[in-house]
């Protein structure tokens, strides 16, 4: 059988359920782009810069059924994607990477674009492969796609070299039938231990990351089972329906308000399912376990890495769970638990409220009024810095899928390509960016993309003139901040050089008309920005627990000499506000 490489590539793609592709064709992969538009069933997306390509398809993954395409030329193709790619890798996200190489039929050196592309993405992916004989494309683009999906997913670059694109190939018909990789099973004997600690447990609590959001609904009936408390990390923000009575909060530890942190101390056994206890999940390590820590995990890697298990199971969540519960009887509701959950939730909304903001939009009300405008299933993305925290600490969300940010990589300029990246994948559905004004400057041009497919989210850029994040930092730990504070620009006249419509949201007053406005705009398929003059001023939990667990770390001579810096500068009026 005669075909082109390029048409062996779309059909492994089409076979695959993939329904989207990101990037910017070139010179090697014109023909591959040709066989994209001849497909029924994928639409190839131009973007206006490969790292939002990755950023995209990123997205794409985390809000849907399908896997997100990169599909980038050599050379600077590949390199302005590895931010995305290496996002994914540390979020765990399923992503291909399809990168097109040089020739390799034609014995020349120092040829367009060549560089040793796989050794480069071979760090922040999964696998990195390249068919040698045209008959290999079919299956290793098939066999990219399981492996980017088992296990712990993560992001699998092929590389196709361009003659494989431009020349008829003879190839044999085109099959894949490996099996999966099988799906770690938890031993009896595991499930057993697990019960017996859980048994004799007088508090447990569960701790649910990402990894769980395919067992959601078990993750409800655990929690219900044991009237336990639930906490999630950042990125397990949803997995866990945050209006629920034993819902405590997305972070433990130092980055939990004082009433979380209180009914954690009751806690003598920790349940943890699809989660690794990285540095932002517990605000720089600022967290200790119980000693009866009961570790789940996909993935043996993760277990005893920053904290010690009594028991590590090697397991998904969904068949630990389905495992353990028939062996669970259920516990007495504890209505005095879940009474003090629901108090400690309201002290927290009664002290926002009375924090308002006198001149600009006290971030509280923001998102409260944000969430009655977008509805129960919109998709919010953030950005890398206090959007993502303050996201965190006052979204309400309902499921899994619906918060989606740079966590453990934390690269800025994700929220507004994500955003653009869910709206496609998820085009019945709201879908929000919550883009720091530092953050919008990195990929804000990409909405230009929006606006040219008639994909529409509504991009709140919060607008502080500065790097909020790290201006806290600076002024808490320093008296002083530096190269933070952003050249003054104009929101509105980038919405209408993007094509965009644009909306001002100033004090708390105008929320809610704002607001509304702005998805009934963006539901004529038109993307909208709302510039949100944001109030920063009071730090989140997770700023301040951070910042005093680093602190608390430092040795007595260090923490003395930041001290006294700090406590000079203020008292000599040395502010410097650069």
């Known amino acids: 059988m005669k075909m082109r490489g390029s048409d062996i590539v779309v059909r ?38 490969e790292q939002s390509a990755s950023f995209m398809a990123d997205a794409v993954s985390r809000t849907s059924d399908s896997i997100g395409v990169a599909n980038v030329v050599p050379g600077a193709g590949v390199t302005h994607c590895l931010s995305g790619v290496a996002e994914a890798f540390m979020d765990n996200i399923p992503l291909l990477v399809l990168t097109c190489g040089i020739r390799t039929d034609t014995g020349k050196a120092y040829q367009l674009h060549d560089i040793d592309q796989l050794a480069i993405l071979k760090p922040i992916t999964k696998a990195a492969v390249r068919p040698e004989r045209p008959e290999d494309i079919y299956p290793m683009v098939r066999r990219a796609l399981a492996i980017a999906r088992s296990g712990t997913p993560g992001p699998v670059a092929v590389e ?10 003879d190839v044999p018909r085109l099959t894949f039938d490996e099996p999966l990789p099988a799906i770690p099973q938890p031993t009896a004997a595991d499930v057993d231990k697990a019960v017996q600690i859980l048994k004799e447990a007088k508090f447990p609590v569960l701790y649910i990351g990402n990894g769980a959001k395919g067992a959601a609904p078990l993750v409800r009936e655990l929690a219900k089972r044991l009237s336990a408390p639930v906490a999630t990390t950042v990125q397990g923000k949803g997995v866990f329906p945050e209006m629920h009575p034993l819902w405590l909060w997305p972070g433990l530890g ?17 349940l943890a399912i699809g989660c690794r206890f990285g540095e932002v999940a517990t605000a720089s390590y600022g967290f200790t376990p119980p000693p009866q820590l009961i570790h789940v995990d996909i993935n043996r890697e993760v277990f005893n890495r920053n904290y010690p298990a ?13 495992a353990l519960l028939p062996q669970l009887q259920a516990q007495v509701r504890n209505e005095l638990l879940e009474a003090e959950i629901a108090a400690g939730h309201q002290h927290l909304r009664e002290i926002w409220a009375t924090d308002a903001s006198r ?54 300029g994700y929220s507004v390509p994500a955003a653009i990246g869910a709206k496609f994948a998820n085009p019945e559905r709201n879908v929000v960016a919550l883009a720091g004004d530092g953050a919008l400057l990195m990929t804000g041009l990409e909405l230009l993309t929006a606006a040219s497919y ?15 994040q790290i201006a806290q930092f600076q002024r808490t730990t320093l008296n002083r901040d530096t190269c933070t504070v952003l050249a003054p620009y104009s929101v509105e006249a980038l919405a209408r050089a ?9 004090t708390d007053k105008d929320l809610d008309t704002v607001l509304v406005t702005a998805f009934e705009q963006a539901a004529r398929r038109k993307p909208v920005m709302v510039e949100v003059a944001i109030d920063y001023s009071r730090k989140t939990y997770f700023t301040k627990g951070i910042v005093t667990t680093n602190f608390w770390r430092l040795p007595f001579t260090d923490r003395l000499r930041m001290l006294g810096r700090a406590l000079s500068r203020r008292l000599t009026g040395v502010f410097e506000h650069r």
């Open 160 to 169: 196709i070299p361009a003659n494989f694109y431009l020349l008829t190939q």
């Open 498 to 506: 993007t094509n965009c419509d644009y909306l001002a949201l100033n």
């Open 254 to 270: 130092a980055s939990a308000p004082p009433f979380a942190r209180k009914i954690m101390e009751k806690c003598d056994c920790l």
């Open 310 to 322: 009594q028991l590590a199971i090697e397991a998904d969540a969904e068949s630990f769970l389905q």
């Open 454 to 468: 008639e994909v529409a989210p509504v991009i709140c850029v919060l607008r502080d003139g500065e790097l909020g």
């Open 12 to 49: 492994a793609l089409e076979d695959e359920g993939i329904r989207l592709t990101f990037g910017i064709p070139g010179t090697h992969n014109t023909e591959l782009y040709d066989a994209l538009e001849r497909s029924s069933k994928i639409t190839p997306v131009l973007v206006t810069d």
């Open 359 to 412: 001149q600009r939009v006290t971030p509280a009300f923001f998102f409260q009024s944000l969430q009655r405008a977008a509805g129960p299933r919109a998709i919010y993305a953030t950005d890398s810095g206090n959007g993502t925290f303050l996201a965190m600490e006052h979204l309400r969300l309902a499921e899994p899928g619906c918060f989606i940010g740079p966590i453990d990589y934390s690269c800025m």
